[in-house]
């Protein structure tokens, strides 16, 4: 719950807070200093009254010398209170309607310049303190004195001052916030730029991108993440449109040709062969869209790395290898060409993929291999419990700047070439290179001296392939 | 005794030619749209097997399989579908399928995958020979003769000759006889099976009568006396 609240509600409330705090403790400080000073001051005024009040009883002829004396004194003294008791505790001089507090009567005299007391009456407020008049001619004996000043002028200017630190502090907190909210949304507007930047990005727009100069320190992290997760999107989303679009565009031939031969055939009464025939032709050209479709499906499901290798089975590669070339055995006969396997591996992965993968790269071979050629299939262990399955023919040299779009979707090498019935979609490549790389390997093609080869190496050991799996298009490099 | 068949399925053109085509092939067919419908016939026990959708309206196809196992009909269950989630075909056949087609299927493949599946349980007399007119298998010694000359197969060529003598007259499409012949369960996009097909004819039929391995355009291959076909 508490992290919900906006930032700039925080960070506002802690400057209200901090400034509050500070301005508080400031106030009491200034109080505390006055109020000390203020005492101080009593305190000395009281030291100079006693020391009047003995310089008149020393100059004193009598008691009633004393009390008359006194008594003028203490009228040009406005707010003294001065009380004279003798040593048996009966009250020689008292100023008049004053009301000494019993607690200072108890007192025992202290030292000039020690222990004053404060105390209130109501509204008015005094200092107190009590000291020994020393025997003279007048006082036969010690007598004790108790003296007290007004304090009210003190007391005022303490409560006035009182009350304006608080109007302060609290403007002072008003004001902070108020400061404090204004630089917070000052400071948070690199955040408020990136949401409005952000705002920008749709699907059709994925192309925006933070400016990570532009932005402070703290957040240019969160800035190039952003970036990275927008660069990502655009990809997928790029190749997700190309996909769509290959895919129709692929379709449409085929369908076009169902339709036209349908149309044609049906403008007229035709003889039965004819529409057997035509239905037939149909027959096998949908079943030629079947298989896209399917495989369209698996190629799919690899860009979106959801092609997972089901089971993890020991496979002897040779021996799927010498399965593959009896299947392709009539073929190659036909073809003139003679099948060869050099070599041995085993390898972690799911026999039924890794027997279509190869297979591609066979069919592909044959087709190309020239009369009386050999195709070569060699298998080679790698370190780290790999293989490398090379499948190597002899024909028409593969430009250089080719070999690493021969496993895109639909690449047919030669386009010109007529598109015989007995040719693929040209799927295959894309599909060995999505079974390669859903068993964590790589499929590249190489074409030098004649010989093309086209070597499958799984797994691949390096971290960075197995995360770019299904991700990202493999590696297309060309070894020298 | 004609073999019964019910097929639930909702989307009426399949429905309809599959029936057609069942039919024509010599079975009794059934034909229901909907789940609820599918498991009350299926549970009344008069079919030897059932053809399942699984997208079905009310019931879905996985719900009515369960509930049938449940009751404990053991009747044979192809499922047919157009997802192919890896995960879909395990749970199919754990729940009970004994096969899963995806669509778009060819009917050919449909056809000879019910047969396999009518055909288990049946005790098979292991034969040591075939013959259909004058073509001889010997399955023990791994011979062909044909108007009693030898004839020289490779292992696979012999393995497909089976294959077609023992589906006599059944036309096999040409994913079964890769699957079957040489163990490749994808589809080829070459016309790999096709050239086997037409070295073999070449041994076997040719200087040969009658022809004997029939091409049927769209769909795949038969071995018969031709003539023997109902067309």
Redesign the interface.
């Known amino acids: 719950m508490i992290e919900r609240v906006s930032l700039t509600v925080r960070l506002t409330a802690f400057y209200v807070l901090a400034s509050t705090l500070l301005l508080l403790g400031m106030a009491a400080f200034i109080s505390s200093a006055i109020q000390q000073h203020f005492a101080e001051l009593d305190r000395e005024t009281l030291n100079d009254k006693i020391q009047l009040v003995r310089g008149i009883v020393d100059n004193a002829a009598s008691l009633e010398d004393l009390r008359s004396r006194l008594n003028d004194a203490l009228q040009s003294h406005p707010g003294l209170y001065v009380r004279i008791e003798g040593a048996d505790g009966h009250v020689l001089y008292d100023t008049a309607a004053f009301q000494f507090p019993p607690a200072l009567l108890q007192q025992p005299p202290t030292a000039v310049g020690q222990h004053t007391s404060a105390w209130h009456d109501g509204q008015a407020s005094y200092q107190g303190v009590v000291a020994t008049l020393a025997a003279g001619a007048v006082l036969k004996q010690d007598a004790r004195m108790v003296a007290a000043v007004d304090t009210a002028h003190h007391a005022h200017f303490m409560a006035d001052l009182r009350h304006s630190l608080w109007l302060y502090v609290l403007a002072g907190a008003a004001s902070s916030g108020l400061l404090g909210w204004w630089a917070t949304r000052a400071g948070l507007t690199p955040l408020r730029r990136m949401k409005a930047k952000a705002q920008l990005v749709t699907a059709h727009k994925l192309d925006q991108r933070m400016d990570v100069e532009a932005i402070p320190v703290e957040l240019a992290d969160l800035a190039t993440s952003l970036n990275e997760m927008l660069q990502r999107l655009q990809n997928d989303f790029e190749r997700l449109s190309d996909f769509s679009s290959d895919l129709a565009h692929e379709l449409r031939t085929p369908l076009n040709n169902l339709l036209t031969q349908t149309e044609v055939v049906l403008s007229r009464s035709r003889d039965l062969t004819t529409y057997r025939d035509t239905l037939a032709s149909n027959g096998e050209e949908l079943q030629r869209l079947a298989r896209m479709v399917s495989d369209m499906l698996l190629l799919a499901k690899a860009e979106h790395g959801l092609l997972h290798v089901p089971t993890l089975a020991d496979i002897d590669l040779a021996h799927e290898v010498k399965a593959l070339f009896d299947f392709y055995e009539a073929l190659a006969e036909e073809h003139e060409v003679r099948l060869l396997l050099q070599g041995a591996a085993h390898v972690k992965g799911d026999s039924l993929m890794l027997r279509r993968a190869i297979s591609n790269l066979l069919s592909n071979a044959l087709r190309y291999a020239p009369q009386g050629t050999d195709i070569v299939v060699r298998l080679d262990p790698l370190p780290g419990a790999g293989a490398r399955i090379s499948v190597a023919n002899r024909g028409a040299p593969i430009p250089q700047d080719m070999l690493p779009r021969l496993f895109d979707r639909f690449f047919r090498a030669d386009k010109a070439r007529a598109h015989h019935d007995s040719d693929g979609a040209g799927l295959g490549l894309s599909i060995t290179q999505a079974i390669a790389q859903a068993h964590g390997g790589t499929v590249c093609a190489r074409s030098q001296d004649g010989h093309n080869v086209f070597v499958i190496e799984l797994p691949l050991c390096h971290p960075a392939a197995t995360a770019a799996m299904g991700s990202k298009p493999a590696p297309k490099t060309v070894h020298g | 005794m004609a073999v019964n068949i019910l097929i639930v399925e909702d989307e009426s053109k399949t429905g309809d030619y599959l029936r057609l085509g069942l039919r024509e092939a010599g079975f009794a067919v059934d034909l229901v749209s909907n789940g609820v419908d599918g498991l009350h016939h299926a549970l009344a026990g008069h079919h030897d097997l059932l053809i399942l959708d699984v997208m079905l309206p009310g019931l879905n196809g996985w719900q009515v399989l369960q509930q049938l196992r449940a009751q404990g009909s053991a009747i044979p269950v192809l499922f047919l579908t157009a997802r192919?989630q890896?995960e879909d075909r395990v749970k199919g056949l754990e729940l009970g399928a004994d096969d899963y087609l995806?669509k778009?299927?060819?009917f050919a493949e449909l056809l000879a995958r019910l047969r396999t599946i009518l055909r288990r349980g049946r005790v098979e007399v292991e034969a040591t020979s075939m013959k259909v007119a004058n073509l001889e298998l010997d399955l023990l010694r791994r011979r062909v003769t044909r108007d009693g000359k030898r004839i020289d197969l490779?292992?696979?060529e012999f393995g497909l000759l089976e294959l077609l003598m023992r589906r006599q007259g059944e036309v096999l499409p040409r994913s079964l006889i890769?699957s079957q012949v040489?163990?490749?369960?994808?589809?080829?996009?070459?016309?790999?099976i096709d050239?086997?097909v037409?070295?073999l004819r070449g041994k076997i039929d040719d200087g040969f009568e009658p022809k004997l391995i029939q091409t049927v355009?769209?769909?795949g291959y038969v071995l018969e006396v031709p003539g023997e076909r109902c067309d």
């Open positions: 192919d890896v995806v778009p299927f060819s490779t292992a696979k890769a040489w163990d490749m369960n994808f589809d080829s996009d070459t016309n790999v050239v086997a037409r070295r355009r769209g769909m």
